[in-house]
């Protein structure tokens, strides 16, 4: 997503191309704060958690806490104003234990 947003920036073809993500009614974004987003991705990022917020659905997984999330942004009080967006009528559901991929390749090679 971040890489087809950066490629659009400098071509006019921004909106057009950020609207892809505000339009659905589910958005899924796997594996949420892997790295720690540069300047334009935090501002790609509110863009479309602003504009989505209270208007359709978003589901994020993440390897992180939720509480190591801020420190993702290179900016806090951006970063604030994402999370407080998300977190907002939001469920977490936290999965705890051993990875269900880790577990599966275990199963594979005790065959």
Wanted: hydrophobic content about 35%; aromatic content about 12%; overall charge positive.
């Amino acid at each position: 997503m971040f890489r087809s947003l950066y490629k659009v920036r400098g071509d006019g073809s921004w909106e057009g191309r950020i609207k892809n993500y505000i339009k659905p009614y589910l958005l899924i974004i796997d594996d949420f704060g892997i790295n720690p987003f540069k300047g334009y991705e935090a501002e790609d990022i509110y863009e479309i958690v602003c504009e989505r917020c209270q208007k359709c659905s978003m589901i994020l997984t993440s390897n992180r806490l939720i509480g190591d999330w801020l420190s993702l942004f290179p900016v806090p009080l951006l970063g604030n104003s994402i999370l407080d967006r998300l977190a907002h009528q939001a469920y977490q559901i936290v999965i705890e234990g051993e990875s269900y991929r880790r577990r599966q390749r275990v199963s594979v090679q005790e065959k």
